[in-house]
């Protein structure tokens, strides 16, 4: 039945001369019935130990209180401890890594400085930057192999270079830097007197991960969210890390001196604290979700993926052979279908059209979903 309404709705739209309605209001409308892959949240249970920290603070009415402005206790310690940092690091608790880089992005940037980036990325980042003034210079990386290469991070470094957007592994492409790639992009900063924005919001996902605190403890500037690996996407919360030294620039910035919500931070401190219980097991549930959109991708036989295995939990895939448009796709397999997956435009202005993005930390039953929408909506499209 449901299948045959959204069936109908997404006819009605789709011969809707002006399609006013919002992907995102619909979805969050339908939101039981959508297996959601458009935003690299997450969707497989991790632990009851976390939702239970989270009712305990609702119970005992926790949320009373401001919470204890550099997070409750516990929380920085345990952030730092998975990342294996010491002493000489602090962190402060933001709403989401977002907020963490906008926190950044305003206190070190000025007018006229230049950030090496990438394109296709995660664009709020450069609109940040722009906001301060400054001005992203995106190293093309829709190509071989897939990520910036220090050769290109020399060629783009000119007087006003202040900065070097890594994200790593990378949202949308899935690659990864190598240990000896990162220590090469750590020596260049160095040489320029460069910060390096390390994004690991995706760091779990990428096997072997490099800190660039390792080579660059100096003016390396850690971006940590909550949202995929610990599922805590809608809690809003993250956090920046950064040696005492530069922090102290930072703080200033920091819009949060009453602390962010304590709900998110007892959630996310449970998930630390939890975290050798549910790891493995989401990363497999993971993983043959990945293998699931691969088989749908072959069996389809069009569109290929560039990265593969992602080192991230989303991947793109190519469908420029195709003929298709990933927006209509995307608006196909969501009104459809209820899949909700991401066209490339989002991503990257340049070469958005080439691609659409698929997460795939969802239950292996949505990856199937996946499949068969995918097949049958391309082969609807005519191709
Ligand atoms: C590269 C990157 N950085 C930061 C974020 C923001 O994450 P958060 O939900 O922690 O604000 C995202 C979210 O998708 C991302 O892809």
């Known amino acids: 039945m449901l299948r045959i309404l959204t069936g109908n709705l997404f006819i009605a739209l789709r011969f809707c001369p002006s399609d006013t309605m919002d992907k995102f209001q619909y979805a969050h409308e339908h939101a039981d019935e959508i297996v959601w892959m458009s935003q690299n949240t997450n969707h497989i249970p991790l632990s009851p130990k976390i939702e239970e920290a989270i009712l305990e603070a609702i119970r005992s009415r926790e949320y009373n209180l401001y919470p204890y402005s550099k997070g409750v206790d516990g929380l920085p310690e345990a952030i730092l401890k998975d990342l294996d940092l010491g002493g000489g690091w602090d962190v402060i608790v933001t709403n989401g890594g977002i907020e963490a880089l906008y926190i950044l992005n305003r206190a070190l940037l000025s007018e006229g400085d230049e950030v090496i980036a990438t394109d296709p990325s995660f664009m709020p980042i450069h609109h940040q930057i722009r906001l301060s003034g400054a001005n992203p210079v995106e190293l093309p990386i829709y190509k071989e192999p897939w990520k910036m290469t220090p050769e290109a991070i020399r060629a783009a470094i000119t007087p006003k270079t202040k900065m070097i957007l890594l994200i790593d592994p990378i949202n949308p492409v899935g690659t990864a830097y190598t240990r000896g790639e990162v220590k090469e992009i750590c020596e260049i900063a160095r040489e320029h007197d460069l910060y390096i924005i390390d994004d690991i919001t995706y760091r779990d996902f990428s096997p072997d991960h490099t800190l660039t605190s390792e080579f660059y403890p100096e003016k390396s500037i850690i971006v940590y969210s909550f949202s995929k690996t610990s599922a805590f996407a809608g809690m809003r919360i993250g956090a920046l890390i950064a040696p005492k030294e530069l922090m102290e620039k930072m703080r200033p910035y920091n819009t949060n001196v009453l602390s962010v919500n304590i709900l998110a931070q007892r959630g996310a401190l449970a998930s630390l604290e939890t975290k050798g219980e549910w790891l493995d097991r989401m990363l497999k549930t993971a ?96 191709k």
């Open 287 to 382: 993983m043959r979700s990945q293998e699931i959109v691969k088989e749908a991708v072959d069996e389809e036989g069009g569109a290929f993926i560039p990265v593969f295995p992602s080192r991230t939990n989303m991947l793109i895939i190519d469908i420029s052979a195709l003929g298709i448009d990933g927006d209509e796709l995307e608006h196909r397999m969501l009104y459809g279908d209820g899949v909700f997956i991401r066209g490339g435009s989002y991503l990257s202005p340049r070469f958005g059209k080439n691609f659409i993005r698929v997460s795939f930390t969802v239950p292996n039953d949505g990856a199937e979903r996946f499949k068969e929408s995918f097949v049958k909506q391309i082969a609807a499209m005519g």
